[in-house]
C-alpha cells in the first residue's frame, strides 16, 4: 500500500473510532440524565463537533476527558422557603451545578424563572465551561438558579426569596471556590440582595464572591452592558472578515432583557437600524427604528410588556407570541431571549428575507436543525459559546479588578472586552481552519474552548 493510501486507512479509522466513542458516551449520558433533554442536546452538539479533535488526538478517549467533563464534578439542589407579602410560606427548588474547575474557580449565572430545572441547570453549567475557557481568563464552568418567577412579586417578596436562596448556597461559594452572578431574571438588584445575605452570613466582606455587583460596592464598569456590547463586537467581526458591518443594515434582536437591550445600544451606535424586538409575551416592530429610551424605560425601570411600546410610538406595531418576531426581515438576526427560541420554520423564514449574519446573545436559542440551516446555507454565524462570551468575561475582570482592591474605567474594560471578542472570534476561526470545517465557528468555538480545558485536566491527573 502506497503511504498516501496508508494514511487516508489510517485516518478513516481514526474518525470511525471517534464516531464510535461519541455514539457510546452520548448514549451513557441520556441514560445517566434521563428526561433531561436541553442538556442533552447541548452535549451532543459538543461531542459531534469534536470528532476531529479526538480522532487527532486518541489520548483524549483513552484517558476518558470527556466523559469526565459530562459529569458534572458537584450538583446541588435545595429547599428555598420564603414567606410572600400575604404571609403564606412559598416553597422554591434552587440549584448549583459545579461542573468543571480544570481552569479556574466555578463561575456562571443565576437563572431565576418558572421554567428551571436540572436539565436547564446543566445544558448552562456545561455550555459555560467551554465559554469561559474561550474567554482567555482563568475560571471554570458554573451555572444555577432557581425556578422562582420574579414576575408580579414586590421588591421585598424579591429579597426575602433572594435571602432565603443564598442562606443555603453561601455554603457552597467563595471568590476563589464558585463565583455566579446574573442571568435570566437575575439583575443587579438581586446580585445586591443576595451580596447583603452572603456578607451576613460570612461575616466580612468578600467582594469577589459574586459578579455584577452595583458601581458602589464592587461592581465593575461595563458590566451591565458587556454581553449585549460583546455580542455586536464578535458579530461585526465576523461582518467585517466579508466586508460587510452593522452600518446601515437592519436588524432584528428577539428579547427586551439586559443582553438584548445593549445588543440593540451597540448595534445602533454602528449605525444599523433595529427595527424588532420582544418579550415572553410578544413582539413589536416599528420600522422607523425602535426608540431604546422607551424599551428602557418599560422594562428596566418599569419591568412592563413591551407591547405598551406603542402607546408612546404610533408607528409600531405589537404582534401576539415571541416566536413570530423572526418573520420581520431583517440582515442580522441576533436571538437574545432564551433557549430554543429560533427553530427550523424560524430559520427558514429569515433565510428567505435573505439574513446575512446569526449571532446568539441567548444561550442555546437555535435548535440544532435551524443552525445546520444557516451554516448549509452559508450565513455567518456565531455561536452562543463564542457571542455572548463578553458577559462573564467582563465578570472576570470584575473579579480581577475585586483582587486588586481597585476600579478600571468603563473605557478601560470596554477596551479589554473589544480585544477578548476579537481574541475568541480568531481562536475559533483558527481552530475550524486547523479541523477542516473553515468559517464553521461551531465546531471553531467547540474545539478551541474544549482544548484548554481538556489539557489542563490531562496535567491534572485523574481528577
Ligand atoms: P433578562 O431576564 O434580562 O431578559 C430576558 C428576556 O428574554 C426578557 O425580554 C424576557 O421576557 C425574555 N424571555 C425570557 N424567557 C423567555 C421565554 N421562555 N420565552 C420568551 N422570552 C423569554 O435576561 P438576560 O438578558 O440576562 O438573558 C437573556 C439570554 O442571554 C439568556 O439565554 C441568558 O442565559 C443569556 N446570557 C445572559 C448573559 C448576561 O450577562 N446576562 C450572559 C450570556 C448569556 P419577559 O420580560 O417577558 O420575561
Ligand atoms: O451565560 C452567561 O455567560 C452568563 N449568564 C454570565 C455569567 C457570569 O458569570 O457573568
Redesign the pocket.
Known amino acids: 500500500m502506497k503511504v498516501v493510501e496508508y494514511m487516508e486507512v489510517a485516518q478513516t479509522n481514526e474518525i470511525e473510532i471517534a464516531k464510535d466513542y461519541v455514539n457510546h458516551l452520548y448514549k451513557q449520558v441520556v441514560e445517566r440524565n434521563p428526561h433531561e433533554i436541553e442538556f442533552h442536546q447541548a452535549v451532543k452538539e459538543v461531542l459531534d463537533s469534536l470528532i476531529p479533535v479526538l480522532a487527532k488526538n486518541p489520548e483524549y478517549i483513552k484517558k476518558s476527558v470527556l466523559d469526565r467533563i459530562a459529569e458534572p464534578e458537584r450538583m446541588i439542589s435545595f429547599r428555598v422557603p420564603w414567606v410572600d407579602d400575604n404571609g403564606n410560606i412559598m416553597v422554591n427548588r434552587g440549584f448549583r451545578v459545579q461542573f468543571n474547575s480544570a481552569i479556574g474557580p466555578y463561575k456562571g449565572?443565576l437563572?431565576f424563572?418558572p421554567?428551571v430545572n436540572a436539565s436547564i441547570i446543566k445544558f448552562?453549567g456545561f455550555e459555560q465551561i467551554f465559554k469561559n475557557s474561550l474567554t482567555g481568563q482563568p475560571i471554570g464552568g458554573g451555572k444555577g438558579g432557581s425556578d422562582f418567577d420574579p414576575?408580579g412579586k414586590s421588591d421585598m417578596e424579591i429579597m426575602r426569596f433572594c435571602q432565603s436562596f443564598m442562606t443555603e448556597l453561601a455554603r457552597h461559594i467563595g471568590p476563589d471556590t464558585d463565583v455566579p452572578?446574573?442571568?435570566?431574571?437575575v439583575?443587579a438588584r438581586e446580585i445586591g440582595y443576595m451580596f447583603g445575605q452572603y456578607k451576613k452570613l460570612k461575616g466580612s466582606f468578600e467582594a469577589g464572591v459574586l459578579t455584577g455587583k452595583g458601581i458602589g460596592y464592587g461592581g465593575s464598569l461595563g458590566r451591565k452592558e458587556?454581553?449585549g456590547y460583546g455580542l455586536v463586537y464578535f458579530v461585526e467581526e465576523m461582518l467585517n472578515n466579508k466586508g460587510l458591518g452593522f452600518k446601515d443594515s437592519t436588524v432584528v434582536v428577539s428579547?427586551?432583557?439586559?443582553?438584548?437591550i445593549y445588543a440593540m445600544e451597540k448595534a445602533m451606535q454602528l449605525g444599523a437600524k433595529v427595527v424588532a424586538c420582544?418579550?415572553?409575551?410578544g413582539y413589536i416592530y416599528d420600522p422607523n427604528g425602535i426608540d431604546l429610551n422607551t424599551v428602557k424605560q418599560l422594562?428596566e425601570a418599569e419591568s412592563k410588556?413591551i407591547s405598551e411600546y406603542v402607546n408612546e410610538h404610533p408607528s409600531a406595531t405589537y404582534s401576539e407570541g415571541?416566536a413570530g418576531i423572526w418573520q420581520v426581515p431583517c440582515e442580522i438576526a441576533l436571538p437574545?431571549?432564551?433557549?430554543n427560541?429560533l427553530d427550523k420554520e424560524a430559520a427558514n423564514i429569515l433565510l428567505s428575507n435573505g439574513v446575512k449574519a446569526v449571532g446568539e446573545?441567548?444561550?442555546m436559542?437555535s435548535t440544532q436543525e435551524a443552525v445546520d440551516l444557516f451554516i448549509e446555507n452559508n450565513v455567518l454565524f456565531g455561536p452562543?459559546k463564542a457571542a455572548?462570551a463578553g458577559?462573564?468575561a467582563v465578570s472576570a475582570l470584575e473579579m480581577a479588578q475585586n483582587s486588586a482592591r481597585l476600579s478600571w474605567t468603563q473605557e478601560e474594560v470596554d477596551q479589554k472586552l473589544q480585544v477578548i471578542m476579537k481574541d475568541i472570534y480568531s481562536k475559533s476561526m483558527q481552530a475550524s481552519e486547523e479541523y477542516d470545517v473553515p468559517g464553521n465557528l461551531v465546531a471553531g468555538a467547540n474545539i478551541a474552548g474544549f482544548k484548554k480545558v481538556a489539557d489542563a485536566m490531562l496535567e491534572q491527573g485523574v481528577i
Open positions: 449565572g437563572r424563572h421554567s448552562l414576575k452572578a446574573g442571568d435570566i431574571g439583575g458587556a454581553t428579547g427586551s432583557g439586559n443582553v438584548s420582544s418579550d415572553s409575551s422594562k410588556r415571541c437574545s431571549a432564551t433557549q427560541e446573545g441567548a444561550n436559542p452562543a455572548n458577559g462573564v
